[in-house]
């Protein structure tokens, strides 16, 4: 049953996508067409002194019959009810809010009107000169129109326009091959992960790529019938492969309903307001500002170093696992050392101690960033009056005055401050779990204090500490706060971790589809971190259990 | 307990942990005392070139100038957004962690179909990027009306705080013996009677700091706080230090008078919840 839901979903999504990525991809090869086309006429008109005037009728039936060619006398501002001058963009369609009203004769007809009217008056010289430009043009039924202008200019006067017009039909040649390699590629990767999830199901080779095959083909020859058939074959891969965790889930849900009682409202909470975001803000990554579909451009200006960009990605990636790493091993370090010393038995103030290095933690990191960032001064800063203590010269710690090394010294230390209570504070609630008979049996054992420390506390720690260290790796590598307001990237944005490199995209260039695209490498590096240490340590296999 | 017959030589030897700890917590605390000499001290002078963290001259001016901040309209600003604050903060603590501990109450002690996948989601939910959920989260609360509203924040940080409520309470649960579910099963006890009476209490200093962790990311967010509250009416408090922060320079004395006045709920609460931090309730049951 769910699987034919998910199958539903596949099929019309996938179309969905596939008609509107190619659609645009047809329509801007087509307009690119005729603007070449219409500029060689316009061209050709110029030289040959008169531009060649169409009949009204002769546009006309240009028009009807998929239009190729038309040549009018016309000027390049256009008053159609069309916008003018835009680019192929995404408001083509609703800007001329009049269009689908209007039926197609009369919509020909108020063309041919204006165009006259548009050559009367470039031939009184009252129309402005204008450059080559082009309109999309949708209609109540049949596919769009492009529309381009070049105006027929000789020694600036303007003696008419070439206008071109044609329908736009998809899916061009190109995306048809675009569309065949991709479900090929979801076809091939839907049956890996069937087959790895369900390794006795496994099909026969020859079946596998009959079905790669037939995906890839099915839109290449049967068009737009071909694609859903396509579609329909994945969805139904789709289906097959999570069919048995389905099954399974609706199993679980009917013989242990209360089970997925307690579960339930944190998961949905968090589908709603976590991952329906998540998958949104992907969906940016691939647009620009105003709304063009850019495709990947996004991923390779953030992969590919340019002379444009301060920093390289690569380099900042690399300081970010350092910062990462750094951070984490402290944190851990000193936590764990400081919540052992603190559960010593018989330790006195232990409470006082334990409030007061709790606190780093209560106070909201941007105010003790900013105060770091204050202490870390060169002239005022107590870090360098404590060094001049004990006699040591100043250090420009801060600034592109700074080094790298000094600017990274002072992030890590105002975030391992800010870092080890958390660490401390978990050590400290998993020791209290453990109880004491075990260690009163290890002594009787003979167990050394270093022993009792390796078998007792360690294992039973590490349900506490594994999750702690994994989410405290994730804070560490998005810890936005510390390096915007203590080093803030100097000296000239090398101390730029990825995740500022992301907010900058987005609120100093404004360039939100750019930050999402480096808010995606984040999370493709996060995603191969969780992955290796699930696999090299089986560190969450614990967690897990 | 068995170290009590060698308490003495143990007191004889604490004094290199005091030492230790007594550094670490110098340490620790003296940038905070920067906060509050800073506050403390008359003007805006910021910092100074003196190691000493207690102010020459006290003042309250700049605590009297936070707190009594109103809006042009006359209203009494500060108490509007010291509101939105607390109520913020308590009902996303209580929601989340109710939605958390049973969540992870499941998760710890039983097995179904889709718990490794919900596990695995919620730590992955953790990779996400602020940044890539920014301008959808605008989006979608704009689409509900929640902009400005003290319920959209609410809702967003529930649920952004809900995954790792969930990790560290599941990590806990699974330190509880079974035994203890065990025995009260064979007394006839039903599954959430176990839950509510067996595992809750037990779980008590995991849920105080998980309540405190909670508190916390709602008290003081920033960023989101920051996008979705542009009415001088509906911020919170950590917005409201941020004016005492210009593009070049800060006001030192009103943005530490405002950080402390931030802070000292926050700090009183961990106060408060020490024993809850300190009760080994777990160990003692066992034992028993």
């Given at each position: 049953?769910a699987?034919?839901?998910?199958?539903?979903?596949?099929?019309?999504?996938?179309?969905?996508?596939?008609?509107?990525?190619?659609?645009?991809d047809?329509?801007?090869?087509?307009?690119?067409e005729?603007?070449?086309?219409?500029h060689?006429?316009?061209?050709?008109?110029?030289?040959?002194g008169?531009?060649?005037?169409?009949?009204?009728?002769?546009?006309?039936?240009?028009?009807?019959?998929?239009?190729?060619?038309?040549?009018v006398?016309a000027?390049?501002?256009d008053?159609?009810?069309?916008?003018?001058?835009?680019?192929?963009?995404?408001?083509?369609?609703?800007?001329?809010?009049?269009?689908?009203?209007?039926?197609?004769?009369?919509?020909?007809?108020?063309?041919?009107?204006?165009?006259?009217?548009?050559?009367?008056?470039?031939?009184a010289?009252?129309?402005?000169?204008?450059?080559?430009?082009?309109?999309?043009?949708?209609?109540p039924?049949?596919p769009?129109?492009?529309?381009?202008?070049?105006?027929?200019?000789?020694k600036e006067?303007?003696?008419g326009?070439?206008?071109?017009?044609?329908?736009?039909?998809?899916?061009?040649?190109?995306?048809?091959?675009?569309?065949?390699?991709?479900?090929?590629?979801?076809?091939?990767?839907?049956?890996?992960v069937?087959?790895?999830?369900?390794?006795?199901?496994?099909?026969?080779?020859?079946?596998?790529?009959?079905?790669?095959?037939?995906?890839?083909?099915?839109?290449?020859?049967?068009?737009?019938?071909?694609?859903?058939?396509?579609?329909?074959?994945?969805?139904?891969?789709?289906?097959?492969?999570?069919n048995g965790?389905?099954?399974?889930?609706?199993?679980?849900?009917?013989?242990?309903?209360?089970?997925?009682?307690?579960?339930?409202?944190?998961?949905?909470?968090?589908?709603?307001?976590?991952?329906?975001?998540?998958?949104?803000?992907?969906?940016?990554?691939?647009?620009?500002?105003?709304?063009?579909?850019?495709?990947?451009?996004?991923?390779?200006?953030v992969l590919v170093?340019?002379?444009?960009?301060q920093t390289?990605?690569?380099q900042?990636?690399?300081?970010?696992?350092?910062?990462?790493f750094?951070?984490?091993?402290?944190?851990?370090?000193?936590?764990?050392?400081?919540?052992?010393?603190?559960?010593?038995?018989?330790?006195?103030?232990?409470?006082?101690?334990?409030?007061?290095?709790?606190?780093?933690?209560?106070?909201?990191?941007?105010?003790?960033a900013?105060?770091?960032?204050?202490?870390?001064?060169?002239?005022?800063?107590?870090?360098?009056?404590?060094?001049?203590?004990?006699?040591?010269?100043?250090?420009?710690?801060?600034?592109d005055?700074?080094?790298?090394?000094?600017n990274?010294?002072?992030?890590?230390?105002?975030?391992?401050?800010?870092?080890?209570?958390?660490m401390?504070?978990?050590?400290?609630?998993?020791?209290?779990?453990?109880?004491?008979?075990?260690?009163?049996?290890?002594?009787?054992?003979?167990?050394?204090?270093?022993q009792?420390?390796?078998?007792?506390t360690?294992?039973?720690?590490?349900?506490?500490?594994?999750?702690?260290?994994?989410?405290?790796?994730?804070?560490?590598?998005?810890?936005?706060?510390?390096?915007?307001?203590?080093?803030?990237?100097?000296?000239?944005?090398q101390t730029?971790?990825?995740?500022?490199?992301?907010?900058?995209?987005?609120?100093?260039?404004?360039?939100?589809?750019?930050?999402?695209?480096?808010?995606?490498?984040?999370?493709?590096?996060?995603?191969?971190?969780?992955?290796?240490?699930?696999?090299?340590?089986k560190?969450?296999?614990?967690?897990?259990? | 307990?068995?170290?009590?017959?060698?308490?003495?030589?143990?007191?004889?030897?604490?004094?290199?942990?005091?030492?230790?700890l007594?550094?670490?917590?110098?340490?620790?605390?003296?940038?905070?005392?920067?906060?509050?000499r800073?506050?403390?001290?008359?003007?805006?002078?910021?910092?100074?070139?003196?190691?000493?963290?207690?102010?020459?001259?006290?003042?309250?001016?700049?605590?009297?100038?936070?707190?009594?901040?109103?809006?042009?309209?006359?209203?009494?600003?500060?108490?509007?957004?010291?509101?939105?604050?607390?109520?913020i903060?308590?009902v996303?603590?209580?929601?989340?962690?109710?939605?958390a501990?049973?969540?992870?109450?499941?998760?710890?002690?039983?097995?179904?179909p889709?718990?490794?996948?919900?596990?695995?989601?919620?730590?992955?939910?953790?990779?996400?990027?602020?940044?890539?959920?920014?301008?959808?989260?605008?989006?979608?609360?704009?689409?509900?009306?929640?902009?400005?509203?003290?319920?959209?924040?609410?809702?967003?940080?529930?649920?952004?705080?809900?995954?790792?409520?969930v990790?560290?309470?599941?990590g806990?649960?699974?330190?509880?013996?079974?035994e203890?579910?065990?025995?009260?099963?064979?007394?006839?006890?039903s599954?959430?009677?176990?839950?509510?009476?067996?595992?809750?209490?037990?779980?008590?200093?995991?849920?105080?700091?998980?309540?405190?962790?909670?508190?916390?990311?709602?008290?003081?967010?920033?960023?989101?706080?920051?996008?979705?509250?542009?009415?001088?009416?509906?911020?919170?408090?950590p917005?409201?230090?941020?004016?005492?922060?210009?593009?070049?320079?800060?006001?030192?004395?009103?943005?530490?008078?405002?950080?402390?006045?931030?802070?000292?709920?926050?700090?009183?609460?961990f106060?408060?919840?020490?024993?809850?931090?300190?009760?080994?309730?777990?160990s003692?049951?066992?034992?028993?």
């Amino acid at each position: 049953m769910a699987g034919f839901l998910l199958t539903g979903v596949v099929a019309i999504g996938g179309v969905a996508v596939e008609r509107y990525v190619g659609v645009r991809d047809t329509q801007r090869a087509v307009l690119a067409e005729l603007r070449t086309q219409a500029h060689d006429l316009a061209r050709e008109a110029r030289r040959g002194g008169s531009p060649v005037h169409l009949e009204p009728a002769q546009l006309r039936s240009a028009l009807a019959n998929g239009g190729r060619v038309s040549v009018v006398s016309a000027g390049a501002t256009d008053d159609f009810g069309i916008t003018r001058g835009a680019e192929v963009s995404s408001d083509s369609g609703a800007g001329d809010g009049a269009a689908p009203t209007i039926p197609k004769e009369a919509w020909n007809k108020r063309i041919m009107d204006r165009s006259a009217e548009l050559a009367s008056e470039i031939e009184a010289g009252r129309v402005p000169p204008a450059a080559l430009t082009q309109h999309l043009v949708s209609r109540p039924s049949g596919p769009p129109i492009g529309i381009v202008y070049a105006p027929i200019s000789a020694k600036e006067t303007y003696r008419g326009a070439v206008i071109l017009a044609r329908e736009l039909t998809p899916p061009s040649p190109r995306s048809t091959v675009w569309t065949a390699i991709l479900f090929a590629l979801m076809a091939s990767g839907l049956l890996w992960v069937g087959t790895r999830r369900h390794p006795s199901g496994r099909l026969p080779t020859w079946v596998s790529g009959l079905l790669v095959g037939l995906c890839a083909a099915a839109p290449v020859i049967g068009g737009v019938p071909g694609l859903w058939v396509a579609t329909a074959l994945l969805g139904l891969g789709l289906g097959a492969c999570l069919n048995g965790p389905l099954a399974a889930l609706c199993h679980g849900i009917r013989t242990q309903p209360s089970t997925y009682g307690y579960v339930a409202p944190a998961v949905v909470g968090l589908s709603l307001l976590v991952f329906v975001p998540f998958v949104m803000g992907i969906a940016i990554a691939f647009f620009d500002k105003s709304g063009d579909f850019v495709g990947l451009d996004h991923f390779t200006e953030v992969l590919v170093p340019s002379t444009t960009q301060q920093t390289d990605f690569w380099q900042t990636l690399g300081i970010t696992v350092l910062w990462t790493f750094s951070n984490v091993v402290l944190h851990v370090g000193i936590g764990v050392a400081l919540a052992l010393v603190l559960n010593r038995p018989n330790l006195r103030f232990k409470g006082l101690y334990r409030v007061l290095l709790i606190l780093p933690w209560a106070v909201p990191n941007y105010i003790t960033a900013l105060v770091w960032r204050g202490m870390f001064d060169s002239t005022n800063g107590a870090v360098n009056a404590l060094l001049g203590v004990f006699g040591a010269d100043s250090v420009t710690w801060l600034g592109d005055g700074g080094t790298l090394a000094s600017n990274f010294l002072a992030n890590l230390t105002t975030n391992v401050w800010l870092g080890f209570p958390f660490m401390m504070v978990v050590t400290l609630g998993a020791l209290q779990s453990i109880p004491s008979s075990l260690y009163e049996a290890a002594e009787i054992d003979g167990a050394t204090r270093l022993q009792r420390f390796r078998f007792v506390t360690m294992p039973l720690l590490k349900p506490a500490l594994v999750p702690a260290i994994v989410l405290g790796t994730i804070w560490t590598f998005n810890m936005f706060n510390v390096i915007y307001l203590v080093s803030r990237g100097a000296p000239g944005g090398q101390t730029e971790i990825m995740i500022t490199e992301a907010y900058k995209a987005f609120w100093i260039l404004e360039r939100p589809g750019l930050a999402a695209a480096y808010a995606i490498m984040i999370f493709v590096v996060l995603l191969a971190y969780g992955v290796t240490t699930d696999r090299v340590t089986k560190a969450s296999q614990g967690a897990f259990e | 307990m068995s170290h009590e017959g060698s308490s003495r030589s143990v007191t004889a030897r604490q004094w290199p942990s005091h030492l230790l700890l007594a550094l670490v917590t110098l340490v620790t605390l003296y940038p905070l005392l920067i906060v509050v000499r800073i506050a403390l001290s008359p003007g805006n002078s910021g910092f100074t070139s003196s190691l000493d963290p207690i102010p020459e001259d006290v003042s309250l001016d700049n605590l009297i100038a936070v707190v009594s901040r109103t809006a042009a309209d006359g209203s009494w600003v500060f108490g509007q957004q010291a509101l939105n604050s607390i109520i913020i903060a308590a009902v996303t603590t209580v929601f989340a962690i109710f939605l958390a501990t049973t969540a992870a109450y499941a998760f710890s002690r039983f097995r179904f179909p889709g718990r490794r996948v919900a596990l695995l989601a919620f730590l992955i939910s953790q990779m996400f990027p602020g940044v890539l959920m920014l301008i959808p989260l605008y989006q979608l609360l704009e689409e509900f009306g929640l902009l400005n509203h003290l319920v959209g924040l609410i809702i967003v940080y529930s649920t952004t705080a809900i995954p790792f409520c969930v990790w560290m309470l599941k990590g806990y649960f699974d330190t509880i013996p079974r035994e203890l579910e065990e025995a009260a099963i064979m007394d006839g006890a039903s599954q959430f009677t176990i839950f509510w009476r067996i595992m809750l209490p037990l779980a008590m200093p995991a849920v105080a700091v998980t309540a405190l962790f909670a508190f916390m990311t709602a008290w003081n967010e920033f960023i989101l706080a920051f996008t979705f509250m542009s009415e001088e009416s509906a911020m919170t408090l950590p917005v409201m230090v941020n004016n005492y922060v210009g593009e070049n320079s800060v006001q030192w004395g009103l943005f530490a008078a405002a950080s402390l006045v931030v802070s000292l709920p926050v700090i009183a609460l961990f106060y408060g919840l020490q024993k809850h931090l300190v009760g080994g309730l777990t160990s003692g049951a066992v034992k028993g």
